[in-house]
């Protein structure tokens, strides 16, 4: 009922910088909490950032000072700004969003289908 398309991964060398994008479409009455998760070959699926409905932000500490998250409530979009990228950020990158289809409907969680961010050293 709701479609997430990512874009803007891609492979970089250290220190550079990627942005990615997160856009959602479908059956959409609002959006609570937004989030980018990553996964790299081996590991969990981890929370990277998220951001609320009211523009609170979290992120883990690894990304702190690096990494950047916002939203665009007029797009249904979220960003993930990242600078100085490190061959430990290597990953498929996630978003998530929490979404409730009606007035009264629950929340839903729905996934990204997943991007590559690839740093080189």
């Known amino acids: 009922q709701v479609q997430l398309v990512e874009s803007g991964g891609g492979l970089v060398q250290a220190g550079g910088s990627l942005r990615l994008s997160c856009a959602a479409s479908?059956?959409?009455?609002?959006?609570?909490?937004m989030g980018w998760y990553r996964q790299a070959p081996g590991n969990r699926r981890e929370l990277v950032a998220d951001?609320?409905?009211?523009?609170?932000?979290n992120y883990i500490d690894s990304v702190k000072g690096r990494f950047t998250i916002s939203r665009d409530n007029a797009k249904n979009t979220v960003y993930l700004q990242m600078n100085t990228l490190k061959p430990e950020d290597t990953a498929i990158y996630y978003c998530?969003?929490?979404?409730?289809?009606?007035?009264?409907?629950?929340?839903?969680?729905?996934w990204g289908q997943g991007t590559q961010v690839t740093v080189s050293s």
């Open positions: 998530k969003v929490v979404v409730r289809h009606t007035k009264w409907t629950v929340e839903s969680d729905y």
């Open positions: 479908g059956r959409i009455f609002s959006i609570n909490t």
């Open positions: 951001i609320t409905s009211g523009d609170s932000t």
